[in-house]
């Protein structure tokens, strides 16, 4: 894959990650994140998408037989736990350089592993990627506050789009529009529908 994660766990995490991954991509699909947490007992949750950013039930069913008998053999976790691999979301983490291109105008909120510009909390939109940085238009800028910054992509330990109403309706196109190149059926659209949509 090209396109790594710049965001990626530590400990027992980092751990899973390595063990999942290899067989996440395997079947066609990219690893987005692991967490473990104290949810029912024990969560381990396994968060993947497709290649183009979409993840249907039947996707998580296909990863989740993919990851199982890896992590039995491997059995990185020291207690019994509950696997759970789900898609994103609209709202979701972005841990590529393409998270960042893909979603350049709509908001999200990062924290950085380092000071930037005096501060590790950051709210506003990606306004351009350029090499290894990304250019943040600040939101709820205080009087005599830079409305910009140029945020390192190796300083990011976090990020995570904010939900929008602009956001929901880019997210539902990308949906359909990946789901259309695959030539998958999209619900209440004929064909006629179909090459309404496609036309210029």
């Not at 063990?19 to 967490?35: H, N, S």
């Amino acid at each position: 894959m090209t396109d790594k994660r710049i965001i990626i766990e530590q400990g027992l995490e980092a751990r899973v990650a390595g063990i999942v991954e290899p067989a996440i991509e395997q079947i066609g699909y990219r690893l987005v994140r692991v967490r473990v947490s104290a949810m029912n007992g024990t969560t381990l949750q396994i968060m993947a998408e497709r290649q183009d950013g979409t993840m249907t039930v039947e996707d998580c069913e296909a990863v989740s037989r993919a990851v199982s008998p890896v992590l039995d053999v491997d059995d990185p976790m020291d207690r019994a736990y509950h696997l759970e691999v789900s898609s994103p979301g609209i709202d979701r983490p972005l841990v590529r350089k393409g998270d960042f291109e893909t979603w350049t105008g709509h908001l999200l909120k990062l924290e950085t592993n380092r000071l930037i510009a005096n501060r590790k909390r950051f709210r506003g939109v990606v306004t351009a990627v350029e090499g290894d940085t990304i250019r943040l238009e600040r939101d709820g800028v205080a009087a005599g506050e830079d409305a910009s910054a140029e945020i390192p992509l190796d300083a990011i330990a976090e990020a995570r789009l904010i939900l929008t109403d602009e956001l929901i309706q880019a997210s539902l196109k990308a949906d359909k529009d990946a789901r259309r190149a695959r030539g998958v059926p999209i619900e209440g659209e004929d064909d006629v529908g179909a090459a309404e949509a496609s036309a210029p």
